[in-house]
């Protein structure tokens, strides 16, 4: 199993960004999707989560009303659209395939995480 994720970069605050991650090796629309990120000293953050079915989508407090999460079922392939960033936002992102109903229960694989960097 493979999740490639890409789209990173260094960017000024307020800018945008679109990170994709594509899987392989899995049957990509029977997990749920997540997009998680990490600061140095800090813990996994969920930052988004999607259903198989694209529904119902989860967004931390962080990033509500700035990001959006969906998904291309026939691509294998989750995004995350990142608008107006600001500096906090920046951190490795991570994709994440697992299952999530409410709450992200469970991840079953991870993928290699892409740097993210909003200057001020």
């Given at each position: 199993?493979?999740l490639?994720?890409?789209?990173g970069?260094?960017?000024?605050a307020?800018?945008?960004?679109?990170?994709?991650?594509?899987?392989?090796g899995?049957?990509?629309?029977?997990?749920s999707m997540?997009?998680?990120?990490?600061?140095?000293?800090k813990?996994?953050?969920l930052?988004a989560?999607?259903?198989?079915?694209?529904?119902?989508?989860?967004?931390?407090?962080?990033?509500?009303?700035?990001?959006?999460?969906?998904?291309d079922?026939?691509?294998?392939t989750?995004?995350l659209?990142m608008?107006s960033?600001?500096?906090?936002?920046?951190a490795?992102?991570y994709?994440?395939a697992?299952?999530?109903?409410g709450?992200?229960r469970r991840?079953d694989?991870?993928?290699?995480g892409t740097?993210v960097?909003?200057?001020s």
């Open positions: 199993v493979q490639q994720a890409s789209g970069g260094l960017v000024q307020g800018d945008s960004l679109r990170l994709s991650c594509t899987a392989s899995l049957m990509f629309s029977s997990y997540g997009w998680f990120r990490q600061t140095p000293g813990e996994y953050e930052v989560g999607i259903t198989w079915s694209g529904g119902d989508p989860y967004y931390a407090e962080s990033v509500k009303g700035r990001f959006t999460i969906s998904r079922n026939a691509k294998n989750v995004y659209q608008n960033l600001k500096p906090e936002d920046t490795v992102y994709c994440a697992g299952q999530y109903a709450t992200w991840t694989y991870w993928g290699r740097q960097t909003v200057s």
